[in-house]
C-alpha cells in the first residue's frame, strides 16, 4: 500500500482554499462527574455539528498541531424522530474515523451535505424534532494522528445519548453532548 492509497481508496488532499481557512471556535467544555460534555454553538444546527466535532476531536490532542493534509469523508443518517439521533450518528462517524487503522486526527469539519426536515440550515420546526429521514455528510480535513507529534489528551471511547440535548431556535441553536472518556 502506497502513500496514495488508505484503505484501498486514493487519499484525497485539500485544496489551498480550503485549508486556507479555519472556523471561529465555538465550543466549550463544560464539568462532568466522570466523562466531559461539549457545549457547541453556531450560526445554525449545522455549524453547532460541526463544532461539536471539531471539540471532540480537540479533546483528544492540540488542533494547532494538526495539519489538513489529507481530507476523509463521512455520512450518517437518522430515522429523525429527533435531531439527537442525527448528533449521535454524526459524532460517532467521526469518531470512527479517528479509531481506524490509520489513526486520522481532524483538525476542521465542514458539513457538505444537510438534509433535515425542510432541508434548511436549522431544524425546521419544533425544537429537537424533523419528518422523515434525515442525512449529514461531511468532510474531515486533517492528517494521520502521529504521538511524536500530535500531543495525546484523553481518548474519547465512546459517544453518548445521556443529557444530550439539540436546541435550534432563532438566535439560539447549540448542542449539549457527553462523550465518554
Known amino acids: 500500500m502506497g502513500d496514495e492509497e488508505v484503505q484501498g481508496e486514493d487519499v484525497i488532499r485539500p485544496t489551498a482554499e480550503e485549508v486556507a481557512t479555519l472556523p471561529p471556535v465555538k465550543y466549550e467544555y463544560l464539568d462532568h462527574p466522570a466523562d466531559v460534555q461539549i457545549h457547541a454553538w453556531g450560526d445554525d444546527l449545522r455549524e453547532a455539528y460541526e ?43 467521526c469518531l470512527f474515523v479517528f479509531s481506524c487503522d490509520p489513526y486520522f486526527i481532524t483538525r476542521k469539519v465542514v458539513i457538505t451535505d444537510w438534509e433535515v426536515g425542510g ?63
Open 51 to 93: 463544532q461539536a466535532a471539531t471539540g471532540m476531536f480537540g479533546y483528544m490532542t492540540e488542533l494547532e498541531s494538526v495539519e489538513m493534509v489529507e481530507v476523509r469523508e463521512v455520512e450518517a443518517e437518522a430515522d429523525a424522530e429527533d435531531f439527537q439521533g442525527l448528533l449521535f450518528h454524526f459524532l460517532d462517524e
Open 119 to 181: 432541508g434548511g440550515g436549522g431544524a425546521e420546526g419544533a425544537e429537537g424534532r424533523g419528518e422523515g429521514m434525515m442525512k449529514v455528510r461531511a468532510k474531515l480535513y486533517g492528517e494521520e494522528f502521529r504521538l511524536g507529534k500530535h500531543p495525546q489528551g484523553s481518548e474519547v471511547k465512546a459517544i453518548t445519548y445521556a443529557s444530550m440535548q439539540v436546541h435550534d431556535k432563532p438566535g439560539q441553536h447549540e448542542v449539549f453532548v457527553i462523550v465518554d472518556i
